[in-house]
């Protein structure tokens, strides 16, 4: 790729174009922005968006690099300061963006290296510029760990010295002149790496590999799958037509909408875009109904019957939202023939009038930038979208950030990688937050093998939690933390071997409330769970139906799930006083070779309304491949 590099004669900006070259891209031009002549700062500007010490020595950098160096002017201001950038002619971030369009148009280039670490500030506005002129961020930094960048960065042999302090700690008559390896103790003591450094000569010797992104030893072997092999009940002939719901508005403003779907035949002369088209228009009236827009849906399942479709259905999703869409799940499930796709989300919108308008904030984490972070999004979703203390993430696929390819070294390898991107989102969007914060977790795995895997794996991980907190206390990580749904489905975007989709809270795991029960019935064996958080502003509870009679084409369905909605009931009865959570999805996943899929339906939403009322929440089937040892369907509901 062609890239220009964004440079401020800093440290952080020549690093990253050394792992820009070290990634296999092209730096062909550099960029800087630097005060206006009659501005009267000939030097430091006040910016919230650019670092201006040492402008007058950009053209010796250009010189050393031998690159050509296009400059402009900051003529604008911080105008648009919010945490979402819209253009606005007066801002700052304008100029930058006909400096890249001039780039753009002589050079040819495809991508921007960034120096940016921690700053979304920068980022957002930077990767607006870039969307604007279809370019490719690139901020191999970001979000990198500080001690370990600066340590990285001495011992690449930048030469870099402090020409300016802006941070507690630092002594301008002691530290200014020093060369970064000089300062690294100070720095370190500091648990700071921040402020002005000058570069004076780079090399391009560090490589791209991140030793950490490959797991550093061998799993336990799994234990093996049970096989149950049974003769189905009847054949799936779920109506998709007659699936669209939705449950009441929460008192804090949640509501879930389900079935909307998109029916393609294509001989009727319909095409797959206008069959999305379709769908998405039916959720919009349904969504405008209840006083709600599409901006105000937070996460979206999006269930497709063939993968194939993927970049055709995106086409028309990504037109659907705006600058901050939801967060999503993607994954290819048994759709009934003539069925595009399935959709159902989550919305939030709350009433300024009332005090929790502050609490239920929403802020959204779309990184669009390649990094070694995480994924950059590779379609119109966000990583995550946190409403007051509840955060909402995209599901996570094993790609390799750097390079946003699927990582290779089989499924332990993936599910390590995958959940690692879990984790670096939750810490990006709540500092502190970790996988003992999750109350709800659903893993999509594409072979039954992979079952025993992902559980092990996801304890593995939980208990790696508890060394880091150092607590006794975290003794069962299963009670404390979410409740994880392992579900095998056909196929996941790019190929990949599993995807791990979870909500967390920021709360105390330790004060949790935990509820479990179990019976038997008619020849299943149903088991309920439900996790409190701690701020009793959310709920999870899943319901699992076991076959355990060797004869299942002779059960009658009809007592098992009154007695697992009944379950169902007496969990939402169980949680706290303090609890205004409602139940807002019951997503049942089932054995698709098991059941008649439109008399589960019919049942499950009987006895919803017959013990709820008008708390049922939205009814969601998804048809699966298979399900942990003897389970034959896996409900988990969201109540918020």
């Known amino acids: 790729m062609r890239v220009v590099a964004l440079i401020s004669g800093g440290k952080d900006s020549c690093y990253n174009m050394m792992q820009c070259v070290a990634a296999g891209h092209q730096i062909v031009a550099l960029a800087n922005l630097r005060p206006a002549e009659n501005t009267g700062q000939t030097d430091e500007l006040d910016s919230y968006m650019y670092q201006t010490v040492g402008h007058h ?74 969307r604007r002129l279809n370019l490719q961020p690139l901020a191999y930094l970001w979000r990198r760990k500080q001690e370990i960048l600066l340590k990285e960065i001495i011992s690449s042999n930048i030469q870099a010295i402090i020409i300016k302090v802006a941070a507690f700690g630092l002594d301008p008559d002691k530290h200014l002149g020093k060369t970064l390896d000089q300062m690294e103790p100070d720095l370190l003591e500091q648990g ?22 490959f797991p550093s030893s061998e799993e336990d072997e799994p234990q093996k799958n049970i096989l149950v092999l049974w003769k189905s009940l009847k054949h799936n002939t779920l109506d998709f037509t007659k699936m669209f719901g939705s449950s009441g508005k929460s008192p804090s403003g949640y509501q879930w909408f389900s079935g909307i779907t998109a029916h393609f035949l294509p001989s009727k002369g319909k095409n797959a875009q206008e069959a999305a088209r379709e769908a998405f228009s039916s959720l919009r009236a349904s969504m405008t109904s209840e006083g709600l827009q599409l901006k105000d ?99 996570q696929i094993a790609l390799v ?36 914060h999750v109350i709800t977790a659903s893993c999509y795995v594409t072979d039954s093998k992979h079952i025993p895997i992902a559980h092990s794996i996801w304890q593995k991980k939980l208990r790696e939690c508890k060394k880091v907190e150092d607590s006794e206390m975290y ?135 017959k013990y709820l009322g008008k708390k049922t929440p939205a009814l969601i089937l998804v048809p699966v491949v298979d399900l942990p040892g003897k389970e034959v369907i896996h409900i988990t509901c969201w109540l918020s």
């Open 57 to 130: 020595a950009i053209d010796l950098y250009a010189d050393a690099l031998d690159l050509p160096l296009y400059r402009g002017f900051i003529k604008g201001t911080s105008v648009n300061t919010g945490r979402v950038y819209t253009t606005c002619q007066e801002d700052e971030v304008e100029d930058l963006y006909h400096l890249m369009k001039l780039v753009k148009d002589k050079e040819g280039v495809e991508g921007v290296s960034v120096g940016a670490i921690l700053s979304d500030y920068q980022r957002v506005r930077v990767e607006d510029v870039c």
């Open 401 to 436: 950030p750097c390079t946003m390819q699927l990582i290779s070294g089989g499924i332990c390898t993936e599910a390590i990688v995958s959940l690692r991107h879990v984790e670096r989102v939750l810490e990006a969007m709540s500092q502190k937050t970790a996988l003992h």
């Open 297 to 395: 849906i937070i996460l979206v399942h999006l269930y497709m019957k063939s993968m194939k479709d993927f970049n055709v259905i995106n086409s028309v999703y990504v037109t659907q939202f705006d600058l901050c869409p939801p967060a999503r799940v993607c994954v290819e499930t048994l759709l009934p023939d003539g069925v595009l796709f399935c959709i159902d989300c989550l919305t939030h919108k709350y009433d300024i009038a009332t005090d929790d308008v502050l609490r239920d904030e929403k802020l959204v984490m779309h990184v669009q930038s390649i990094s070694h972070w995480a994924p950059a999004s590779i379609g119109p979703y966000s990583q995550s979208i946190k409403v007051g203390d509840v955060l909402y993430c995209a599901g």
């Open 475 to 609: 003794h069962d990580a299963t009670t404390v933390c979410g409740l994880l749904a392992v579900v095998v489905i056909s196929h996941l975007p790019r190929d990949a071997a599993i995807e791990w989709h979870v909500v967390a809270v920021v709360d105390d795991p330790l004060q949790r409330k935990y509820f479990t029960v179990k019976m038997l019935s008619e020849g299943f064996q149903i088991e309920c769970e439900s996790v409190e958080s701690s701020s009793a502003s959310c709920a999870s509870i899943s319901v699992r139906l076991s076959l355990i009679s060797p004869s299942p084409s002779q059960l009658d369905l009809d007592g098992p799930l009154h007695d697992l909605v009944a379950m169902f009931r007496q969990a939402v009865e169980k949680l706290s006083e303090d609890c205004t959570a409602s139940p807002l999805s019951f997503r049942a996943f089932f054995k698709e070779d098991v059941f008649d899929a439109e008399t589960l339906q019919t049942g499950l939403q009987e006895y919803l309304e």
């Open 192 to 213: 700071d790496s921040s402020g002005t450094f000058m570069v004076s000569s780079c090399s391009c010797e560090l490589s791209c590999d991140d030793d950490d992104i």
